[in-house]
């Protein structure tokens, strides 16, 4: 479950990590009142279950009550990479000296918690640990042991975080551990985490992430769960027809249309198509039993995105009748935008009643998996060149 920024900080405030003043406004109006409730400049940042705010212009800063409710009202309504602003939180505007990225995860080759910790954040962090590694302090945690004040003195000392500050940045991340454990997190994360120009250290960003199955002992959670409200559009489409659809997260997806039938098949599918050279965009699963207007309903899903220049259908008939597939790809044929390369795989139940169907349509046969993720991504990349 993906909880909102103001929802973090409210963990945050529960566990002691320093955070600015501010709450939660839906309209406008709210807004302008925070902002005189603060009393000081003000930023407002869009709530919205995705990153990168600050650069699709979802945070802007305010210097009266009257600048935030323009400001307010210009983010509110704001689509960001999909997802519709419609609540914005307005806190106290700090002057920032130094921004740092502090976080913990799951390190799952480690089969330990990790502290990451730098003294270059405010940006990316992927995108630091890509260009600048040894910008980065890495520490790995072990849940049952705690964490121990030498293993924070290291993350600071590698970090390159100003070491002036280091009893209250310790502070914090021991406070952070505590929170990520308690709330069974599967990301605590704070970028930027700041020293002010008046020497503070705060929080200006709260990003956590937690785990579903840690739900039912911490029901204090609960109010923060939105029915749908960390689905994109496509997403959101995709449950409106109950179709089981997953679109990748912005920085990893690509062109690559993916359904299929069964969630492991689904899943190796996309693994098979990222080592063929080209990044999915989806994950889709079309069922067992389903009828041929389900596995419609389904494709349509996959295309909605425009960035999807091609599409590679996968699937291993048991329950599913390969007929049934066929019938719905025979349906949809002309629907299937031009030059739009199809790959299919149909193996299994009445694959054979299947291949008389498909016989001379648009669509590129595939015996096998392989072939077939080798065979879109080819597709692709050839109507790239062309273009
Ligand atoms: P994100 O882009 O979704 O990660 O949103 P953030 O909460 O991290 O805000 C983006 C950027 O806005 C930060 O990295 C800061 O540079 C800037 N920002 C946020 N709050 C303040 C503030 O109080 N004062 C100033 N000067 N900049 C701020
Ligand atoms: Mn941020």
């Known amino acids: 479950m993906k909880v909102h920024e103001y929802q973090a900080k409210e963990v945050f405030a529960e566990f002691g990590i320093p955070i600015t003043a501010g709450r939660v406004a839906f309209i406008a109006e709210e807004a302008e009142a925070v902002a005189r409730e603060v009393g000081r400049p003000v930023v407002i940042k869009a709530q ?3 990153g990168g705010r600050g650069k699709a212009g979802g945070v802007k800063l305010a210097d009266t009550p009257e600048e935030a409710r323009e400001k307010a009202s210009q983010i509110l309504g704001m689509d960001i990479r999909g997802f519709t602003v ?5 806190t106290e505007q700090v002057a920032i000296r130094d921004e740092y990225y502090c976080g913990i995860t ?13 003294a270059a954040g405010g940006v990316d962090i992927e995108q630091v640990a890509a260009e600048t590694p040894d910008k980065i302090a890495k520490i790995h945690l072990d849940p049952l042991i705690g964490i121990w004040p030498n293993q924070i003195r290291r993350a600071i000392f590698y970090s390159g975080v100003d070491t002036s500050k280091s009893k209250e940045i310790s502070d914090i991340i021991t406070k952070l551990f505590h929170a990520f454990l308690a709330k069974d997190c599967s990301l ?5 985490l700041v020293v002010t120009e008046d020497g503070r250290v705060l929080a200006l960003d709260a990003k956590m992430d937690v785990d579903d199955n840690g739900l039912f002992r911490n029901k204090d959670l609960l109010k923060y769960r939105e029915i749908g409200g960390d689905l994109d559009e496509y997403e959101a489409f995709a449950k409106e027809n109950g179709v089981t659809y997953v679109h990748m997260p912005p920085e990893m997806r690509g062109p690559v249309g993916i359904a299929g039938n069964g969630a492991g098949l689904v899943m190796t599918t996309l693994d ?3 080592r063929a ?3 999915p965009n989806d994950f889709c699963d079309i069922g067992g039993g389903g009828d041929a207007e389900h596995t419609i309903k389904c494709i349509e899903t996959v295309l909605r995105d425009p960035e999807v220049k091609g599409f590679f259908l996968n699937v291993f008939g048991g329950i599913t009748r390969c007929d049934v597939v066929a019938q719905a790809l025979v349906d949809y044929s002309d629907k299937f935008p031009e030059n739009f390369p199809v790959v299919v795989r149909l193996t299994g139940t009445n694959e054979d009643k299947a291949k008389e169907m498909l016989e001379g349509t648009r669509f590129t046969f595939v015996s096998t998996m392989a072939d077939g993720a080798n065979k879109i991504v080819e597709l692709i990349n050839a109507l790239e060149m062309k273009a």
């Not at 799951?106 to 730098?118: F, G, K, N, T």
């Not at 605590?188 to 930027?192: A, D, F, R, S, V």
């Open 48 to 50: 919205v279950h995705i």
């Open 86 to 90: 419609q609540k914005v939180l307005v």
């Open 106 to 118: 799951v390190d799952r080759d480690e089969r330990m918690l990790v502290l990451i910790l730098s």
């Open 188 to 192: 605590l994360e704070i970028n930027p």
């Open 272 to 274: 098979v198509v990222a």
């Open 277 to 279: 050279g080209l990044k």
